[in-house]
């Protein structure tokens, strides 16, 4: 499996690129899968819900299913939030994992550059970063820039990086 990071600061529009990306890589084909990293307490299930009730009262994980999806929540029990690569080994094979956040570990990133955040660029000092995507003119950098709802062009050159 290929991992595409998709990276930036907060509100810089990462989801919404990596929601592009999947719908124009599913169309030539691919099998896509994602994986999005959360910087806060992460609560998916709701209070009152039975699945709730199940983690509350101990067990380990839990699984909810239905016809149409289902979705393991494991708790932690203070354990180490896994790492990317722990999460990436449970995924079902697939032809490319998009991944949002995980800006410290090793892998091909995109960064998304919005002027309105007049936030500082990530790609001078991150070597995994091969593009910038952005809405705004920028000084040169020493990867290339591509206009941020340019999705063909984006993500041309992420399979060409890729191998895809």
């Known amino acids: 499996m290929r991992l595409l990071g998709v990276v930036g600061w907060k509100d810089s529009g990462k989801t919404t690129l990596i929601v592009r990306l999947i719908q124009h890589f599913v169309a030539r084909g691919l099998r896509v899968a994602s994986i999005k990293h959360a910087h806060h307490p992460l609560e998916l299930d709701r209070p009152g819900k039975d699945s709730h009730k199940h983690a509350q009262a101990g067990a380990q994980e839990v699984i909810l299913a239905s016809a149409a999806r289902w979705a393991l929540f494991r708790e932690l029990g203070g354990a180490p939030e896994p790492s990317l690569d722990d999460l990436v080994e449970r995924l079902a094979p697939c032809d490319l994992v998009?991944?949002?956040g995980f800006k410290e570990h090793a892998h091909p990133k995109i960064e998304v550059h919005r002027a309105a955040r007049s936030a500082p660029l990530i790609a001078p000092g991150d070597p995994d970063i091969f593009l910038v995507a952005t809405d705004a003119p920028l000084a040169p950098l020493s990867v290339p820039v591509r206009p941020l709802d340019d999705i063909a062009g984006i993500a041309?050159?992420?399979?060409?990086?890729?191998?895809?």
Not at 156 to 164: I, K, V
């Open 156 to 164: 041309s050159q992420a399979s060409a990086r890729l191998g895809l």
């Open 98 to 100: 998009l991944v949002e």
